[in-house]
């Protein structure tokens, strides 16, 4: 709809750009540098070149926030925005466990093999899996509680956090004035995993 823009395609992931009054707030900077620059790129094609003023991360898993300085510089003084217990969680999926999930993830993924003539299949929830530069970028606010509303450059979110959902810490935002609602992957077209062939941590699919 008007003012909310998303760029699919790009990424396994899909990255959002909500118009305020004087720039952009970006949700979820897709998974590497490369991605979520020529998204950005290819946005301010369109509408030109703004500030970002705020980026939000919806979920702990690397998809979602790994292109972040893509989209910011750690110079700039923007507000990262996560759910609580996202960066705890961040490291302990893709540090501790990084390495042994990384390589599993290429055989999941068939990273490794050649493209055919037509490229590649889709891997269900996107197109396929980047291949270019993690970055990470710490949040400087977190949503604690369900209810919590935040107004920025003149876009009012309110919060619903859903822990242990699709990602141990999430969350779903609400933009009243638009009456959208955006759920990253707590809402897909596809078959959620419980438990990933790469050995994500397993979700419980009663919540
Ligand atoms: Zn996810």
Redesign the pocket.
């Known amino acids: 709809m008007d003012g909310i823009y998303q760029v699919r395609g790009y990424d396994m992931s899909n990255i959002t750009f909500v118009r305020g009054d004087t720039g952009w707030i970006v949700f979820d900077p897709l998974m590497t540098v490369e991605c979520s620059r020529a998204a950005k790129e290819l946005v301010e094609k369109h509408f030109g070149k703004l500030p970002v003023k705020a980026v939000l991360y919806s ?1 702990s ?1 690397v ?2 926030y790994g292109g972040v300085r893509g989209i910011v510089d750690e110079n700039e003084d923007v507000p990262i925005i996560a759910p609580e217990g996202f960066e705890e969680h961040a490291v302990s999926e893709n540090v501790y466990a990084g390495a042994a999930m990384g390589r599993r993830a290429a055989y999941q993924y068939g990273t490794l093999l050649d493209p055919g003539p037509e490229g590649r299949l889709s891997i269900g929830i996107g197109m396929g899996q980047s291949v270019g530069t993690i970055s990470y970028l710490s949040p400087t606010m977190n949503i604690t509680h369900t209810g919590q509303k935040l107004t920025i450059d003149g876009v009012e979110m309110e919060f619903q956090l859903t822990p242990g959902t ?2 141990p810490a999430e969350m779903n935002t609400w933009f009243p004035q638009k009456k959208a609602l955006w759920m ?2 707590n809402c897909t077209g596809t078959l959620h995993n419980l438990y990933t062939l790469r050995g994500a941590e397993v979700r419980d699919a009663n919540k």
């Open positions: 979920h898993h998809d979602h699709e990602a990253a992957e």
